[in-house]
């Protein structure tokens, strides 16, 4: 292990952490903060056997090292806000449905989201999360990627 390694993880970590950040469905405002970084941590480490670092070289600029991590934050931004957009978008057709068959008026709190949600709304959550999981949607966020390979 040398100095190459421990950058990709921290580039991997920060990734996934700002994926984390941006899906709210996933890890809702009432997940623990820390808890999201540990998360984010133990995956990006899980995560390294599987990323090809023999090309990568050790970052000797500052300034270079700085512009990699706010470019895999913002990769990785992208990439949760383009995941939550599936969900929202399930959500709108839910209130959609629901306004048009009547249930609009019979809505309920709902904890992870801290709005309120309709009926078909949640139901329709739920079925893009079961969607989501069962096609691998966490597994297709391209960490091969790397913008600071040779």
Request: negative net charge.
């Amino acid at each position: 292990m040398d100095i190459t390694y421990f950058t990709s993880v921290f580039l991997v970590f920060l990734r996934v952490l700002a994926f984390f950040i941006a899906v709210q469905v996933i890890f809702p405002n009432s997940f623990p903060n820390v808890a999201k970084i540990v998360l984010s941590f133990a995956i990006a480490f899980f995560i390294m056997p599987y990323i090809n670092v023999s090309q990568s070289t050790a970052l000797n600029n500052g300034l270079l090292y700085l512009w990699q991590c706010m470019c895999e934050t913002i990769t990785g931004l992208i990439l949760g806000f383009f995941a939550n957009l599936a969900f929202i978008s399930a959500r709108i057709g839910g209130q959609f449905i629901d306004f048009q068959i009547g249930f609009g008026m019979m809505s309920s709190y709902d904890p992870t989201t801290e709005s309120n949600a309709s009926l078909i709304e949640r139901l329709l959550n739920m079925f893009a999360i079961v969607v989501f999981f069962s096609i691998n949607g966490q597994e297709r966020q391209p960490l091969e990627h790397r913008f600071f390979t040779t």
